[in-house]
């Protein structure tokens, strides 16, 4: 898969074979796919590859991340502590990114908030404009790359899995910057089970 060295330079991880995987295995699953922590846009590259080349056309892609160098929990990394992930990298993402779906049937959707704000302010769905107005208020991937403190990961997790339904697949990344097990009990009770795990990723289905 040649995603691996083109989108090489915008991403800072490993495994994203075990993202690219997962992806493809929604093709038949409703909703949304999301992506909590955008960065320079590497991972969300490689989403959208493998929806397109699964036959996932027209997907809606909702990207969530703030930007603007706020402090940012790392878990066990570093802490509570502020990364370069400043407006002027927001600002090169999109381009990058807007540039990057031209012309490929994916509607992409860029929310610059933090997921806690992403969902208070959509709690009933994200309205997507296309001829009609659509409410989706279900999400059928979610890619969980944002804070890695386990708190932030357990609220990312529970509010995806309140909009999950079957065959959802969530990869989280970052899997030894938390407290994993206290994750997968809260996915274990919202119907989710692990389907593959790596060293730094992880792969969870709805049943």
């Not at 309205?127 to 944002?146: H, L, M, P, T, W």
């Given at each position: 898969m040649?995603?691996?060295?083109?989108?090489?330079?915008?991403?800072?991880?490993?495994?994203?074979?075990?993202?690219?995987?997962?992806?493809?295995?929604?093709?038949?699953?409703?909703?949304?796919?999301?992506?909590i922590g955008t960065r320079k846009g590497g991972s969300m590259m490689i989403i959208i590859d493998a929806l397109l080349?699964?036959?996932?056309?027209?997907?809606?892609?909702?990207?969530?991340?703030?930007?603007?160098m706020i402090e940012y929990n790392s878990g066990l990394q570093y802490g509570i502590t502020?990364?370069?992930y400043s407006n002027d990298m927001k600002k090169q993402a999109m381009i990058d990114l807007f540039t990057y779906v031209k012309d490929k049937p994916i509607n992409f959707i860029p929310i610059c908030l933090?997921?806690?704000?992403?969902?208070?302010?959509?709690?009933?769905?994200?309205?997507?404009?296309?001829?009609?107005?659509?409410?989706?208020?279900?999400?059928?991937?979610?890619?969980?790359?944002?804070?890695?403190?386990t708190s932030s990961v357990l609220a990312d997790c529970f509010n995806i899995g309140e909009k999950a339904v079957t065959g959802?697949?969530?990869?989280?990344?970052n899997i030894d910057f938390f407290d994993l097990e206290d994750v997968l009990y809260e996915l274990h009770?919202?119907?989710?089970?692990?389907?593959?795990?790596?060293?730094?990723?992880?792969?969870?289905?709805?049943?």
């Open positions: 040649n995603w691996i060295n083109k989108h090489e330079q915008y991403t800072d991880g490993t495994e994203y074979n075990m993202l690219y995987n997962a992806v493809q295995k929604v093709k038949d699953v409703e909703g949304l796919v999301l992506e080349e699964s036959g996932q056309n027209n997907r809606n892609i909702v990207s969530i991340d703030p930007y603007g502020r990364f370069d933090t997921s806690d704000d992403f969902f208070a302010l959509y709690s009933s769905g994200v309205s997507i404009y296309n001829i009609e107005r659509q409410i989706i208020n279900k999400i059928a991937f979610a890619f969980v790359d944002g804070q890695h403190d959802t697949r969530i990869v989280i990344d009770h919202q119907g989710f089970s692990v389907e593959e795990q790596g060293k730094t990723k992880i792969i969870l289905c709805k049943h």
